[in-house]
């Protein structure tokens, strides 16, 4: 099966086709922007894993939606997004899947996590689904919280500052497979916050 690598930095309008027996990989880092991507699994045996991270604070808000349609049978999609929203910093992330009718044993997973940072941090998610079709597999959750005030203890109580404590948290949420250069801004937006 080929595999079909995208990495976009602050992605503003972005419309992927996947063909038959083949797998896309996409990862999105999105550091204050309105970002719109659809992707198409146009034929059968074609998989969609997709990557989301953003970063909001006071001077960058992030909207950002992702549609997946599943037009062929035996499709599979996942998306993944995780983000913070520090200071005033707002989020609003919607997220579809689309399994059309007429096609059969799809799967469509959508997870979000989000996390504030601040008292004055807004993040809303929208998962939803849209199913046509019967014999899918579809599944969907958001959950939004701030750090784990028992792990930042345990962690403080090993040795660590609650800084480097903080850090490693953060680090440890963001981590889904980007690449180094995404990695280190995102290092650079925790260590601004931490």
Known sequence: MPIIKKSFVNLVEESLHVPAHTHMQLYCLQMGSRGHLTVSLDGEGARADIQVAYLSDTQHANDFTCEVYHKASQTISHQNIVGGAAQAG?????????????????????????????????????????????????????AIGALDKLALFYMCSRGLSEQEAKKMLLLGFFDIGFEKEALQQIEKWVESYV
């Open 90 to 142: 707002q989020a609003h992330i919607n997220s579809l899947i689309h399994i059309q009718e007429g096609v059969a044993r799809c799967e469509g997973y959508q997870q979000h996590k989000g996390l504030l940072l601040s008292p004055d941090a807004l993040i809303s998610c929208v998962p939803e689904l849209n199913i046509y079709a019967e014999d899918v597999i579809c599944t969907h959750g958001s």
